[in-house]
């Protein structure tokens, strides 16, 4: 799903392009090539699937180590590739940020709440290994789009997949969520009603439903056009965590429909960079 409508984004790109290779293989072509280091491929677990990319700033700026964002993709809990997501970290790493970006078992290999235990160890890998990479483990943002908006937000609420690595949610500076499906029952699709299991326990799939009190700083991003996740999942996940005495901010972006809502932080995409522009006023915001 992803690819394609990153094909529809460039539409004025010849057809051509995109029979040669894949468009996000054009986006990230197009993405600047220096400004960062890259390790790929490093293992998180013990699983051929589990490995994560790390992106360094090249240069940063004060004496501060960097905040690290550590960032799951979308796909429908059945697709992705971190690989795929280089035009992401050149996004934040240009604003002097660290990026971690895992892969994670999907659908059909597992169904949830697997994947959420693969993030959490990616989380925990990450908090105690990163400050070899040169980056700060007491500042970790967890972020995502589409399906890993769910994940990163699933960690930050429901405490119980983070005590299984011996980590807290409170050890995280913020949970930022990019078109993130929320509270999206019932469901319709036969495929998330695999994944998601019988209908009396989906009701643990949902992060709506693990809002309490003092969860970390949260940052919610919607496109008021996106017909995929529907903008209601942000809307009422804000309410509630409001009604709960939590710091919630939340971020319409008029025009933008679901992939645009990680494809526009892309630099051939960005424009004036709204949406990078929210996420980097966040991080330093929340920043110890």
Not at 120 to 130: F, Q
């Amino acid at each position: 799903m992803f690819r394609q409508l990153i094909k529809t984004l460039f539409g004025s790109l010849s057809a051509l392009s995109f029979s040669a290779c894949s468009p996000v293989t054009v986006l990230n072509a197009m993405v600047p090539q220096s400004g960062y280091q890259h390790q790929a491929d490093i293992v998180y677990a013990d699983n051929p699937r589990l490995k994560l990319d790390i992106y360094k700033p090249v240069s940063t700026t004060g004496s501060k180590k960097p905040a690290t964002i550590i960032f799951f993709y979308g796909g429908g809990w059945e697709a992705g590739e971190k690989a795929d997501y280089k035009f992401v970290a050149e996004a934040f790493t240009s604003q002097g940020m660290m990026v971690v970006i895992p892969d994670y078992r999907v659908f059909p290999e597992v169904v949830f709440p697997e994947f959420l235990q693969d993030a959490a160890h990616s989380l925990a890998w990450t908090k105690e290994h990163i400050a070899e990479f040169g980056g700060d483990p007491e500042q970790l943002f967890v972020a995502g789009h589409s399906a890993g908006a769910h994940i990163a937000a699933m960690l930050t609420l429901n405490p119980v997949y983070l005590q299984q690595v011996d980590m807290q949610p409170q050890q995280l500076s913020g949970l930022i969520g990019l078109a993130g499906p929320y509270d999206f029952l019932p469901l319709k699709s036969e495929t998330l009603k695999e994944i998601f299991g019988e209908e009396s326990q989906r009701w643990q799939s949902q992060p709506i439903n693990f809002v309490t009190t003092q969860h970390p700083p949260t940052l919610l991003l919607v496109g008021k056009r996106d017909r995929t996740v529907l903008s209601r999942n942000s809307y009422r996940l804000a309410d509630k965590l409001k009604q709960q005495g939590n710091s919630v901010e939340l971020v319409e972006f008029d025009e933008y429909g679901h992939v645009a809502m990680v494809a526009k932080l892309a630099k051939p995409l960005r424009g004036e960079g709204a949406l990078l522009t929210a996420i980097v006023r966040f991080v330093e915001q929340h920043r110890y």
